[in-house]
């Protein structure tokens, strides 16, 4: 991906034009903040950032995850490979820029209309699973159905997504990559 444009406080050191190259480069430079297109030739870009990431299991370098195109399924799995941001690529460059300083400053960060979908989808109303002992005449197993503290109509499913770098120290980025 190729940034043609300058913002105060961050740096373009380095351009690759494949996955190979950005982990290479990754490598080589050490960055700050990989700014990582998901679709890339050769190496994709999530298994890109995802052997960048592993190279810096300190948390020495983030990546932030671009995309045009705007899909649950890279959204999941950039944030399961610990990716700290995903955006759009129609971002305006200043949002690009500021989104650049919130992953340096150690947060997370996801482009509103992902944000949106993805409390729709949580916060979307489950149907409630089936109870395997309906309809059982066994008295225990209506006895421990009665006394549960959490109706299963009130279950949370779970969480598909984890978020570990909201302890990592926030570092002064003097460096960005692309």
């Given amino acids: 991906m190729k940034v043609t444009w300058a913002v105060r406080s961050v ?3 380095a351009e690759a034009h494949d996955g190979h190259s950005a982990v290479r480069l990754a490598r080589e430079l050490r960055p700050d903040i990989v700014l990582m297109d998901i ?14 990431l592993a190279d810096a299991p300190d948390g020495t370098i983030r990546v932030l995850m671009l995309t045009t195109f705007d899909l649950n399924e890279y959204v999941y799995e950039a944030l399961r490979i610990g990716a700290s941001g995903l955006l759009l690529k129609d971002v305006p460059a200043e949002h690009l820029a500021a989104g650049i300083r919130t992953v340096a400053r150690g947060e997370a960060l996801l482009a509103p209309s992902i944000t949106r979908r993805l409390i ?27 006394s549960s503290s959490w109706p299963t109509a009130c279950r949370m499913p779970k969480s598909q997504i984890g978020w570990s770098s909201a302890n990592r120290q926030s570092r002064r980025m003097s460096r960005a990559y692309s």
């Fill in 11 to 13: 740096a373009v050191i």
């Fill in 120 to 146: 729709e989808e949580f916060t979307r109303p489950q149907p409630a699973a089936p109870d395997p002992h309906a309809g059982s005449t066994n008295s225990r197993h209506a006895r421990s159905r009665s």
């Fill in 39 to 52: 679709r890339m030739p050769g190496l994709d870009g999530l298994e890109a950032a995802r052997r960048v």
